[in-house]
């Protein structure tokens, strides 16, 4: 599996995804784009795991194990990152995670 890109607004909605990211889940961009990234994780245990939202203005960054969910349901452990995106201003504006296969 190559890298996948999940980049998600303050809400949770996915913003921006790669070509990875849509065959792993067997979605297009398009239809990804404004559905809660939680639907990419297989539970709602392993989205909090894989989740770095967090209160508006505090930023963090985070390293992991998690699973991701594929386009048959099934859990695909990966190694992710969460680091906080910022707007021109520096305010913390949304989250961005890649995994890679685990």
């Known amino acids: 599996m ?9 809400d949770g ?3 921006e995804s790669n070509a990875a990211l849509c065959e ?3 979605r297009s961009e398009q239809d990804l784009r404004g559905t809660p990234c939680r639907i990419c994780w297989p539970t709602r245990k392993a989205c909090s795991a894989g989740s770095c939202h ?3 203005g ?3 960054s985070g390293r992991g194990r998690a699973h991701l ?6 859990p695909v452990p990966v190694d992710m990152s969460c680091t906080p ?3 021109s201003t ?4 949304a989250g961005c995670w890649w995994a890679a296969a685990g």
Not at 2 to 10: E, N
Not at 69 to 74: K, S
Not at 90 to 93: C, D, L, M, Q, T
């Open 90 to 93: 520096g305010a913390r504006s």
């Open 58 to 60: 505090r930023a963090r």
């Open 2 to 10: 190559s890298d996948v890109l999940i980049a998600c607004d303050q």
């Open 24 to 26: 792993l889940v067997g």
């Open 69 to 74: 969910r594929d386009a048959q349901g099934l």
């Open 54 to 56: 967090v209160p508006r």
């Open 13 to 15: 909605l996915i913003e």
């Open 85 to 87: 995106r910022h707007n």
